[in-house]
């Protein structure tokens, strides 16, 4: 059975297909270690076929609308009781070196890149940030239950780890119904330029979900 190490960098994960732009493509990158060369954004793989995904640092580098046909795509990749794993950075702890007024600047500029990207390239811009609620809601409402949360460290940096596993597989139907709910919560009131914000926003996920999702 598949499994998949999507945007993999130089750290090869024995047992995966290790996934990843070209060289070329990444900026600081010393070895190209990928079995794959491709845009995480333009693959699909066959419905019910994969057993695990796991992808560090790379969810937050989706916008969130992105991210949303990406969770619901893998989804539809994934056995029963595939695993997903996700690495991201913690929000809230950064957020807290951010603003405490015993921080050095030294740690607020490392925790203000942790939390929007090194930005060397276009790639390299975090679009979204998570908290352990918000990432753990986002895989539950599309079909995984949560299996274990870890934290971790390293350099002033704060990260969280959530793997999670498929317990009900979302058709593509129902993935546009808990996408429309779950991006409510993102605006600010219901006029009619907030309205339209999220049409965007469920456009921008049609086009990513027609991309990736199998049926």
């Known amino acids: 059975m598949t499994k998949l190490h999507l945007g993999c960098g130089e750290n090869y994960l024995n047992g995966y297909i290790n996934i990843d732009l070209p060289k070329n493509e990444n900026s600081v990158q010393m070895t190209d270690i990928a ?10 793989y066959p419905a019910n076929t994969i057993e695990e995904i796991r992808l560090h640092h790379v969810f937050e580098h989706f916008s969130r609308p992105i991210g949303c046909a990406l969770i619901a795509s893998w989804n539809s990749w994934l056995i029963n009781n595939g695993i997903i794993h996700i690495e991201v950075p913690d929000l809230l702890q950064m ?12 740690k607020i500029f490392v925790a203000e890149r942790h939390l929007f990207g090194s930005q060397e390239a276009d ?21 995984f239950k949560i299996n274990n949360i870890r934290k971790n460290n390293w350099k002033g940096t704060y990260n969280i780890e959530i793997i999670a596993k498929k317990i009900n597989s979302i ?3 129902d993935a546009f119904e808990i996408t ?6 993102y605006l ?3 006029s009619p330029s907030e ?3 999220l049409k965007i926003w469920l456009e921008q996920f049609k086009k990513q979900i027609d991309i990736s999702f199998s049926i």
């Open 123 to 143: 790639w390299a811009i975090h679009y979204d940030g998570y908290n352990q609620k918000i990432l753990s809601l986002l895989l539950e409402l599309y079909g």
């Open 95 to 106: 957020a807290r070196i951010i603003s405490s007024p015993f921080s050095s600047l030294k």
């Open 180 to 185: 429309e709910n779950y991006l409510k919560n």
């Open 188 to 190: 600010i009131d219901d």
């Open 35 to 44: 079995d794959l060369h491709a845009n995480l954004l333009q693959i699909s």
């Open 195 to 197: 309205q339209k914000i």
């Open 171 to 173: 058709s593509y139907v």
